[in-house]
C-alpha cells in the first residue's frame, strides 16, 4: 500500500451511507442539468473523482458538501448528511485521517525510499505504478486513482504559505521506473516543484555511510495549532501515529537524514545530471 492506496484499485468497498451520499449528489446535479464534467469544473474536481463519489466508492473531501451546495441549489442536504458518512469496518481510517490533516498541515515533512510520493508524481510515473499492481486494476479504477492523486498534489500550489520538505534516496530515479522517457518528464517535474519556494527537496546519496532512515519512509506533519503528527506505511498496512514520544523521536531522524542527504543546491545538480545522462 503506498500513499493510501488499497489493495486491488485502492478503492474501499462502499458503505451504505456512502452509496446513499453518492446517489443524492447524482440527483441535485441531474437536476441541476450539468455533466460529470461540468459540475466537477464547478466544485474544482474531475470528472472521474465525481462519478467516484456518486457512485459510493469514494469518501467526498470535508470541503466537498459546502462546494457542492453553492452549485446545486443550496438544499442543505449533503450538508446535513455529511457527518454521517463512513467507511465499511476494517478500511484504511488511518489513511484518511492522515489525508484530512494533510489538507490544513502548515508543515509536510516527507522521507521515502521505494518510490517517488504521491505529490511528485508525473501523470506517466503515477499509471505505470497503477497498471503494474498486483491484483490488477482495471481502466475506471486506473482512472479514479489518477484522478485521486491529482487532485491531492493540488496542495503544493494551493498552499503557499506550507512547506513542504522531501528527501528522495537517489536509486529512486535511477530505477528508471516506466523507462527512460518517463524518467527524463519525472525529473523535469520534481526540478520544476523544486522552484516552489516553498517546497524543498534533497537526495540521499546512494553511497551514504550513515542514515538514519533505514528503519523505512515516514511523514510528518505539523497541523495549525502546531501539533505534529507522523505516518508510516507498509506493503497492507499503514501506522497513524500521534504519540508524542515517537513522533518526536521520527522528527529526530528526519533532522539527522536532513543532514546527511545532499543540500538543496547539491542536489538539484544531482538531478540536472541525471537528466543529462538519459
Not at 441531474?30 to 473523482?49: I, M, N, Q, Y
Given at each position: 500500500?503506498?500513499?493510501?492506496?488499497?489493495?486491488?484499485?485502492?478503492?474501499?468497498?462502499?458503505?451504505?451511507?456512502?452509496?446513499?451520499?453518492?446517489?443524492?449528489?447524482?440527483?441535485?446535479?441531474?437536476?441541476?442539468?450539468?455533466?460529470?464534467?461540468?459540475?466537477?469544473?464547478?466544485?474544482?474536481?474531475?470528472?472521474?473523482?465525481?462519478?467516484?463519489?456518486?457512485?459510493?466508492?469514494?469518501?467526498?473531501?470535508?470541503?466537498?458538501?459546502?462546494r457542492?451546495?453553492?452549485?446545486?441549489?443550496?438544499?442543505?442536504?449533503?450538508?446535513?448528511?455529511?457527518?454521517?458518512?463512513?467507511?465499511q469496518?476494517?478500511?484504511a481510517?488511518?489513511?484518511?485521517r492522515?489525508?484530512?490533516?494533510?489538507?490544513?498541515?502548515?508543515?509536510?515533512?516527507?522521507?521515502?525510499?521505494?518510490l517517488?510520493?504521491?505529490?511528485?508524481?508525473?501523470?506517466?510515473?503515477?499509471?505505470?505504478?497503477?497498471t503494474?499492481?498486483?491484483?490488477?486494476?482495471?481502466?475506471?479504477?486506473?482512472?479514479?486513482?489518477?484522478?485521486?492523486?491529482?487532485?491531492?498534489?493540488?496542495?503544493?500550489?494551493e498552499?503557499?504559505?506550507?512547506?513542504?520538505?522531501?528527501?528522495l534516496?537517489e536509486?529512486?530515479?535511477?530505477?528508471?521506473?516506466g523507462?527512460?522517457?518517463?524518467?527524463?518528464k519525472l525529473?523535469?517535474?520534481v526540478?520544476?516543484?523544486a522552484?516552489?519556494?516553498?517546497?524543498?527537496?534533497?537526495?540521499?546519496?546512494?553511497?551514504?555511510?550513515?542514515?538514519?532512515?533505514?528503519?523505512?519512509?515516514?511523514?510528518?506533519?505539523?497541523?495549525?495549532?502546531?501539533?505534529?503528527?507522523?505516518?508510516?506505511?507498509?506493503?497492507?498496512?499503514?501506522?497513524?501515529?500521534?504519540?508524542?514520544?515517537?513522533?518526536?523521536?521520527?522528527?529526530?531522524r528526519?533532522?539527522?537524514?536532513?543532514?546527511?542527504?545532499?543540500?538543496?543546491?547539491?542536489?538539484?545538480?544531482?538531478?540536472?545530471?541525471?537528466?543529462?545522462?538519459?
Amino acid at each position: 500500500m503506498v500513499d493510501g492506496v488499497v489493495g486491488a484499485g485502492g478503492e474501499p468497498e462502499a458503505s451504505d451511507s456512502l452509496r446513499t451520499f453518492g446517489a443524492v449528489v447524482q440527483a441535485l446535479r441531474e437536476h441541476a442539468g450539468l455533466s460529470r464534467e461540468e459540475f466537477g469544473d464547478l466544485v474544482g474536481l474531475s470528472k472521474h473523482t465525481v462519478a467516484s463519489v456518486e457512485l459510493g466508492r469514494r469518501m467526498p473531501d470535508p470541503t466537498f458538501p459546502d462546494r457542492a451546495e453553492g452549485v446545486l441549489g443550496n438544499t442543505g442536504a449533503l450538508r446535513k448528511s455529511a457527518p454521517c458518512l463512513s467507511r465499511q469496518p476494517g478500511l484504511a481510517a488511518w489513511f484518511r485521517r492522515w489525508a484530512r490533516l494533510e489538507a490544513t498541515a502548515i508543515t509536510l515533512y516527507t522521507y521515502e525510499c521505494r518510490l517517488i510520493p504521491g505529490l511528485l508524481q508525473t501523470e506517466a510515473y503515477a499509471r505505470t505504478l497503477f497498471t503494474n499492481q498486483l491484483p490488477p486494476m482495471d481502466d475506471e479504477q486506473i482512472e479514479a486513482q489518477w484522478a485521486a492523486r491529482a487532485e491531492r498534489q493540488r496542495l503544493l500550489r494551493e498552499r503557499p504559505n506550507t512547506a513542504f520538505a522531501f528527501i528522495l534516496e537517489e536509486h529512486l530515479f535511477r530505477r528508471h521506473t516506466g523507462g527512460l522517457e518517463v524518467t527524463r518528464k519525472l525529473i523535469d517535474h520534481v526540478l520544476a516543484i523544486a522552484e516552489l519556494r516553498n517546497v524543498e527537496i534533497q537526495v540521499m546519496p546512494t553511497e551514504q555511510e550513515t542514515h538514519a532512515g533505514l528503519d523505512g519512509p515516514m511523514r510528518l506533519l505539523e497541523t495549525p495549532e502546531n501539533k505534529w503528527f507522523a505516518y508510516c506505511e507498509g506493503q497492507e498496512s499503514g501506522q497513524f501515529i500521534a504519540d508524542s514520544k515517537v513522533v518526536s523521536m521520527l522528527q529526530m531522524r528526519y533532522a539527522r537524514m536532513r543532514s546527511q542527504a545532499l543540500t538543496l543546491k547539491d542536489s538539484l545538480s544531482l538531478l540536472q545530471r541525471m537528466r543529462g545522462e538519459l
